[in-house]
Every structure is written in structure tokens, then in C-alpha cells.
């Protein structure tokens, strides 16, 4: 078995960054929207602009020059290779914590927690609070392979980033994650629970309990409320992933502007804002990650997990049978965060609650909206069980 650690850089040849702007400006453009709203999706005026900034003044080599300030790494774990980024903390007695984000999320989405987490003196911190982090990149995404069979679910997933853990010498780790992460977060405590110290999973996975219907509270009548709205007007992207990933996974790959509209649109909805998507991400932040998607030609491959795992997931936040969780967990609520339980419903699951709060602002990308009050909620709650 293989199962060496190489570093890794990123290095885009510049040919690849003068076909991205070539294909940019042939970007065959539709009609505006009938409305004036984001009701019928991205509008045209909106993408335009975003387009021409991306095409003429985003600067891709700034950002890879930050990620490769990272020390990354590859490994082939059950014959894939994985790409991840290993930030170990100049404290010796910090926690190892495995971060995984989801779709469509990428390592950019924590640049700004990073140094936080692993030298907390260096942001005044306490070094009893610091971590070495390791943000393995999902199957599929960014810079690790694109699976060639099918079977990588989250489960299948879990238990590599388990023996990511073990290759990496972590004999006691705790993990977080949020989207696709926070399936995989739950997964690692229900099959790693003996070297997990606890989870975080932003939001805990859990479905509405039949036997709290009668009696809500007013945060539940909210918290279904917006599952509502969210099935009704924002799962189209998740029906068409899970079923004909390939599909959509043409024009992905093929337009840069439609891969943009297609991550614009979710980071624009599922962010707490009042209107204006640049209070809590630049567009340099938001052509970052899209960029993470189009230049590892990512837009199938990532959509297959929907293939592999969405019913699966779906069947967790839906059904009344529970899979329980006993390892120690830990629940950060962000406001604008769907789906979102209260704590009453993901006890079902979660059975070792230590820690439950409900914060006033943030969405579904807290390390990039919230980074202070992110980092804030990893310390307190592992703190909690890092002894």
C-alpha cells in the first residue's frame, strides 16, 4: 500500500489563465431575468460584472501564492489520491483537528481562521486553545483525484480521513465540519469514536421530531419555516447533482461563467447578508473559490457526492429512525444556516451534547462570514473535551 506523504504546490501554467479569460469573453449571455429580484436566479447584470472583474482584474496569482503559504501535501488513501493542507501549531500540546467543508466550499473558505486556530498567542490568544489542523479536500474536488468508480460516499470518505489521521500520527483528534463536512464530521464519530475526542458539525444533522409538532417552540416554527422556502425555491441545484450529475457537469466544466452563476448563487442565498453579498465576502473571495472548482475542471466530479450521498443524507434529516452519535459533540447555530434544529431535535442523534449555542449573526459559510465568532466556538467547545 502507498502510503506516502508528498508535498504539493499549486502551480497553474498561465496558459490555463489566458483560455479562462479567453472563454470568458466569448460567454454567450442570455437575456435578462423577468423580475427584478434573484427569484429566477443570478441576474444578468449582477454576473456581467462579476464576469468582467474575474476576466480583467482578479488576480489568480495572489491567492495561489497564499495557498501555497500552506504546507500541503499529497497521499493515496484506498487507492485515491488525496490533497490536504497540514498546519501544524508551534504549541506542542495542541489539539489535532480535521476540518472538512462541503459544496461549494474549498480551503480558501478557512484562510482566515487558520492562524487563529494554531497560534492563538499570536492573535492574544491562550496556547491551551490551539489546534494543528489538517483540511483534507473532498474526493473529487480542488486538488485531489476525481474517484473513477462509484462508492464514495461519506462514509467511505469518513474512514479515510480516519486513516489520514492515523498516518498522520493523531492518536486523539477532533473534528469539524459544515455542508458535505458536517456529514462527515458525524460519520467520524460514529466510526472513529475510539481516537475522536468530539465533534462539531455546523449544523448537526437532525430531522424535526414527530413528537415536539404540537408543542414548538418559536425558533422550530422558524427553523422549518425556512426548510420550507429552501425546498420549495433553492433545491434545484441539489435535485439536478443528485440525479444527473454528469450532466450539469458539462456546461460546469465548459463555462466559466455558468460554473459562476452555479456557485454564486448558493454563497448569495445561503449567506447572512442584508442585500449586499460583499458586506461578508469580497469578489475576490467569492472568484477564489470558484476558482478552486474551474481550474481542476471539478464541476461533475464534486456534483457525483450528491450522486453518492444525498438520499442517504436527506433520509438523516428526515427520518424519525435515528443513527446515533455517542462521541462528545459540540452545536454552533448560525442563524441563517439551512436546515437548522433545535436542540431538542438533534439530541435524537447527537446524544452527548456538551455544548449547544445559537449565535445572532452567520450563514452557512461561517469561517468566511464570522470568522472571529467561528474560532471562538471551536475553542469553547473543544476546550471542553480536549483534556
Not at 81 to 110: C, D, K, M, Q
Not at 235 to 241: K, L
Request: a negative charge; glycine letters at 8%.
Amino acid at each position: 500500500m502507498d502510503d506516502g506523504i508528498v508535498p504539493y504546490r499549486i502551480e497553474v501554467p498561465e496558459t490555463e489563465l489566458t483560455e479562462l479569460r479567453r472563454r470568458l469573453a466569448a460567454t454567450r449571455w442570455p437575456e435578462p431575468e423577468t423580475v427584478p429580484d434573484w427569484s429566477q436566479g443570478v441576474p444578468l447584470a449582477y454576473l456581467r460584472k462579476l464576469c468582467r472583474y474575474w476576466a480583467e482584474e482578479y488576480d489568480w496569482r495572489a491567492t495561489e501564492t497564499r495557498l501555497n503559504a500552506l504546507p500541503q501535501y499529497r497521499t493515496v488513501i484506498d487507492g485515491l489520491g488525496i490533497h490536504f493542507a497540514h498546519v501544524r501549531s508551534p504549541h506542542p500540546e495542541a489539539l489535532p483537528l480535521i476540518v472538512t467543508n462541503g459544496w461549494p466550499g474549498s480551503l480558501a473558505e478557512y484562510t482566515k481562521v487558520i492562524g487563529p486556530l494554531t497560534d492563538p498567542t499570536a492573535y492574544g490568544g491562550d496556547p491551551a486553545d490551539a489546534f494543528h489542523l489538517v483540511l483534507p479536500t473532498l474526493p473529487g474536488y480542488g486538488f485531489s483525484d476525481k474517484p473513477t468508480g462509484a462508492g464514495w460516499d461519506v462514509g467511505r470518505i469518513a474512514e479515510a480521513w480516519a486513516r489520514l489521521a492515523a498516518r498522520l500520527g493523531y492518536d486523539r483528534y477532533g473534528a469539524h465540519g459544515s455542508d458535505w463536512g458536517n456529514s462527515v464530521t458525524t460519520a467520524i464519530g460514529q466510526r472513529d469514536a475510539e481516537h475522536v475526542v468530539g465533534i462539531h458539525p455546523v449544523p448537526p444533522i437532525a430531522a424535526p421530531d414527530p413528537a415536539t409538532l404540537d408543542d414548538l417552540t418559536d425558533f422550530e416554527r422558524e427553523s422549518l419555516a425556512m426548510l420550507a422556502e429552501e425546498q420549495r425555491d433553492g433545491s434545484g441545484y441539489a435535485a439536478q447533482q443528485s440525479t444527473r450529475p454528469q450532466t450539469i457537469g458539462y456546461g460546469l466544466v465548459d463555462s466559466p461563467a455558468a460554473l459562476c452563476a452555479w456557485i454564486a448563487e448558493k454563497y448569495w442565498t445561503w449567506t447572512d447578508h442584508d442585500g449586499d453579498l460583499t458586506a461578508v465576502m469580497s469578489p475576490d473571495e467569492l472568484l477564489d473559490v470558484v476558482m478552486l472548482y474551474w481550474l481542476p475542471a471539478a464541476g461533475a466530479s464534486s456534483a457525483r457526492l450528491y450522486w453518492e450521498s444525498f438520499a442517504q443524507v436527506s433520509e438523516w434529516f428526515t427520518s424519525s429512525t435515528v443513527d446515533t452519535v455517542a462521541v462528545p459533540t459540540g452545536c454552533s447555530i448560525f442563524p441563517r444556516d439551512v436546515p437548522r434544529p433545535s436542540r431538542r431535535w438533534a439530541a435524537k442523534r447527537y446524544i452527548d451534547i456538551r455544548y449547544w449555542n445559537v449565535l445572532d449573526r452567520g450563514g452557512h459559510f461561517p469561517a468566511l462570514e464570522r470568522p472571529d465568532a467561528f474560532v471562538r466556538e471551536l475553542r469553547t467547545f473543544f476546550g471542553m473535551v480536549r483534556r
